[in-house]
């Protein structure tokens, strides 16, 4: 394996964190944003399609981690220095969603003291996407200065709140909050459906609609923001050879997703809106052309073991054998009717 | 026997010593300060950080480990009850078993879930806050890491379907995924104890020029200490949930002696008591001999044994008197550590004295936990042994079994925490006693700490953050006790 190919699998993990966990996220986001006549019926069907999956949807962060540190050593070193603080700031969000969800799910506690672990689980789930949102801003925004020391030694030298603290990064916090929630939106109108809840699966529909129009919105933001703040990424965005398929093709599936949406088409559209965040995150990779902190730290020079490098499909080979089959098994358990 | 301490005095530095032909600095066994002579310690060449910083964050480390083991140990034993108790219910049709293994993965999913959150913390923080560790130890330490996170993940699905499953799975499929639940959990802890024992006992590399090259991944990863330390954790927490199940469902069963479910509870946890804590007493005995062997200074800091000697006595308390280089107020039997360790009482045991006074751990701190871990060790065999031999008399001549004698049941409840004050003992004997280093021989801690200022702020932010995780768990589970006590 090739130091790129472990970073298109870095991508690959990515965008499986986004379909899956992601949705988990945004299910949140509908517990807090739960209302109308069927209120507490939302909240329920959240629960359950969150339950039995959240903990293994988390793995592909976990996976994104490890292949950073084992594979990227100095990228790891260098990203987890320069953006200390968002990352503290999303593992506590994450500690507090994961948590009050069991809290909620089996404290075996009186109604009133659930409906408060239900609030800390929808309020943790709202803001763990953004302060991620930063970091992917944070890495992408070309801000992130660094410097090599006579050993060779690369260390980041532009402080703690460069790149992660800027408008573009809010706006990808934003954005990334949005597609969550549009991903659980979709999800959770097309469970509803299959529960034979039509009233519940147009709930979510129309939160799915309203999601659309919000992500567009922000995605225009982003593009904004990033050429004040982000110049390497808007060039690599709109400028490479690639680049106007890549975004004609995201803009065609969210139209369709939401055509398909309009005429009720629920399995329709939740496919459609994978492929669409899918293709963000796809651009997004695209994008950042082989770097892990644009525009100075390719993964050429991350630091990659030739030993590892020749290790890691054995490994990634044996727990796949193991794993696909088990996850397969899982969703077909608890996600088809 | 002679042969044996010479060969503990010389393999410690080939431990430390991988590419010494490489480096071509001269091996120098015999001289006092030879962990010092062998390897240019790697330095960070800025220091945006003071000490107070790596003192924040080596507690918020500490902290977090000490969090999360709790969570974790759960996660590995609690599973293999539930198992126990589902199985029983198959073969006997005993209802209260089957009501037993509902309640216990109600338990088993809140610990794990904590366990889950907190695992992902201290993955990152291994660069939130040792980056330079991480930046030459990641390659090293990426094979067991990986594997654990197949493991996880294998235990997280097992886990779903267990817990979700009741109504949608076979009963044999059902008990099947609980056992891979467990099976997967012990896996998980004897990846992850792959890298701390790598910590202990670096290998699989060239050392050139203060840079790790030639990296060896598998070697890395099945280093000598792997398998010693491997076995002792995975152990400690069969030992450690086992206790501590026994003591609330005695609390439980002294309050309703009848009920027919804490009944079951208790008996299915002695007996993995039973099994469980003699292996762990033999494996620690595995675990000093080998320490004696290529840990000398962690093994001289935990027995408080300043000087090199023969005959060296096992000294049980005391308090060690650094200044003084002595160890005070102990009740020394002579010969007993060289006998124990080297199987010949005769047989010279390293002391402190054999590395310079910088490369000390902090001795009063390794030796009060390891005393206090031998303690409770000793403490639960006992314990767990009284129980047994009440069992057998029930067998035998039809005495009431242990879990209706109010005295054992008193008694279990006293032993409920033992287990887990003696892996927070023995984890601090592991860590405290491996300092200065993180990686032995090769990096200082202080070396390997980031340069983010105020970690003090991270460091509180967590603690308030794990303490308040750690009552509400506490409340919840003792919400889920009651609960059985209700349905009797």
């Known amino acids: 394996m090739t130091a790129m190919h472990v970073f298109a699998l870095l991508g690959v993990a990515v965008g499986l964190y986004v379909l899956t966990a992601g949705a988990d996220f945004g299910g949140g986001v509908w517990d807090l944003l739960a209302g109308g006549p069927r209120r507490e019926r939302q909240r329920e069907l959240i629960a359950d399609a969150i339950a039995p999956i959240w903990e293994v949807n988390h793995i592909w962060m976990i996976f994104v981690v490890v292949m950073l540190f084992s594979v990227f050593p100095d990228g790891f070193a260098v990203v987890t220095t320069a953006l200390h603080i968002p990352i503290v700031l999303a593992l506590v969000g994450i500690v507090l969603r994961g948590s009050a969800f069991v809290f909620r799910a089996y404290g075996l506690q009186p109604n009133q003291t659930r409906a408060r672990w239900g609030q800390v689980f929808a309020w943790a789930s709202a803001a763990t996407p953004v302060f991620l949102g930063t970091i992917v801003g944070g890495v992408s925004s070309g801000a992130i200065e660094l410097r090599w020391d006579q050993r060779g030694i690369v260390h980041p030298s532009s402080g703690f709140l460069t790149g992660w603290t800027t408008p573009f990064a809010l706006a990808v916090g934003g954005f990334a909050l949005a597609l969550f929630a549009l991903l659980a939106a979709v999800y959770l109108a097309r469970e509803a459906e299959l529960g034979g809840e039509s009233a519940l699966a147009d709930d979510f529909r129309r939160r799915a609609l309203l999601t659309e129009l919000v992500a567009f919105v922000l995605a225009l933001v982003v593009l904004w923001r990033a050429r004040i703040d982000a110049p390497q990424l808007y060039a690599n965005l709109l400028q490479a050879p690639w680049s106007i398929p890549a975004q004609l093709l995201t803009a065609a599936l969210a139209g369709a997703a939401i055509v398909g949406l309009l005429r009720n088409r629920l399995m329709l559209a939740r496919i459609l809106v994978m492929g669409q965040v899918a293709c963000v995150v796809l651009g997004w990779g695209l994008a950042m052309d082989g770097h892990l902190l644009l525009p100075d730290l390719h993964v050429d020079q991350a630091g990659a073991e030739p030993a590892v490098l020749a290790a890691l499909p054995w490994v990634l080979l044996g727990g796949s054998l193991l794993f696909a089959p088990a996850l397969v098994w899982l969703f077909r358990v608890f996600k088809q009717a | ?488």
């Open chain 2, 1 to 488: 026997m002679v042969v044996t301490s010479a060969v503990a005095r010389q393999d410690l530095p080939r431990a430390r010593c991988d590419g010494e032909h490489s480096s071509g600095r001269k091996l120098t066994p015999d001289s006092s300060d030879h962990v010092a002579g062998l390897t240019i310690p790697i330095q960070v060449e800025y220091k945006g950080s003071g000490m107070d910083d790596l003192l924040a964050a080596r507690s918020q480390m500490a902290m977090s480990l000490a969090f999360h083991i709790l969570f974790a140990i759960a996660g590995m034993a609690m599973p293999l009850l539930m198992v126990l108790a589902e199985r029983r219910h198959q073969r006997t049709g005993d209802p209260a078993a089957l009501e037993l293994a509902k309640r216990w993965a109600k338990g088993t999913a809140i610990l794990f879930a904590v366990g889950a959150v907190s695992g992902t913390v201290l993955s990152f923080e291994l660069g939130l806050l040792w980056p330079e560790f991480m930046r030459h130890a990641g390659p090293l330490v990426g094979m067991p890491f990986s594997l654990e996170g197949f493991a996880f993940f294998l235990e997280a699905i097992f886990l779903g379907l267990y817990l979700y499953g009741w109504q949608r799975l076979s009963p044999r499929v059902h008990l099947a995924t609980g056992i891979g639940v467990a099976a997967c959990g012990l896996l998980s802890a004897i990846f992850v104890t792959s890298v701390n024992a790598w910590m202990n006992e670096p290998t699989g590399f060239d050392f050139v020029d203060g840079e790790f090259t030639r990296i060896r991944p598998w070697q890395a990863m099945f280093n000598d200490a792997f398998f010693s330390q491997a076995l002792h954790v995975s152990l400690s927490a069969y030992v450690a949930v086992a206790f501590v199940v026994m003591g609330i469902h005695a609390w439980a069963l002294r309050r309703n002696p009848t009920s027919a479910l804490h009944r079951t509870a208790f008996r299915l946890a002695l007996g993995l008591a039973l099994v469980s804590t003699p292996a762990q007493i033999v494996s620690g005995d595995l675990s000093s001999k080998h320490i004696a062997r290529h840990q000398p200074v962690k093994l001289a800091a935990a027995e408080g044994l300043f000087e090199t000697q023969t005959r060296a006595p096992l000294s049980i308390g005391g308090l060690p008197d650094v200044e003084a280089r002595e160890l005070r107020y102990a009740i020394e039997i002579p010969g007993a550590l060289s006998f124990m360790t080297f199987s010949d009482v005769d047989a010279e045991v390293a002391g402190l004295d054999s590395v310079a006074p910088e490369l000390w751990p902090p001795v009063g701190v390794v030796h009060v936990a390891f005393q206090i871990m031998v303690a409770c060790g000793f403490a639960m065999l006992a314990v767990a042994g009284l129980g047994g031999l009440a069992w057998i008399d029930a067998r035998w001549r039809g005495r009431p079994p242990p879990w209706e004698r109010r005295w054992y049941l008193m008694l279990a409840l006293l032993a409920a925490p033992l287990g887990l004050i003696a892996i927070e003992a023995g984890w601090t004997v592991t860590e405290v006693g491996r300092q200065p280093w993180v990686i032995v021989g090769y990096m200082k801690t202080a070396d390997a700490v980031t340069p983010m200022p105020q970690l003090v702020v991270p460091f509180v932010g967590f603690t308030l953050l794990y303490v308040f995780l750690g009552v509400v768990v506490l409340v919840l589970l003792k919400n889920h006790v009651l609960a059985t006590e209700g349905k009797r």
